[in-house]
């Protein structure tokens, strides 16, 4: 299963915004962790802590296999 379609499973699950806001904060961390192992050019960090993960960088991340 592609990382995408557990997202998707995830998400349609979750009721609370607040929940749902934690989560997509979650998923822009583990694609800067992702990112920053496989594709370091498409995480962009400032000062030491994470700024950005670019839309390619997030596409791959999206795209692997889940564990």
């Known amino acids: ?3 995408i379609d557990k997202i998707k499973k995830d998400i349609a699950e979750i ?5 749902l806001a934690g989560y997509l904060d979650g998923i ?5 962790i992702y990112c920053k192992k ?19 960088g997030m ?3 999206l795209s692997k296999e889940s564990k």
């Open 38 to 56: 496989e594709y370091p050019d498409e995480v962009i960090f400032k000062d030491g802590k994470l700024k950005e993960v670019t839309v390619y």
């Open 59 to 61: 596409s791959c991340y």
């Open 15 to 19: 009721i609370e915004p607040f929940e």
């Open 28 to 32: 822009a961390t583990a694609a800067a």
């Open 1 to 3: 299963m592609k990382q």
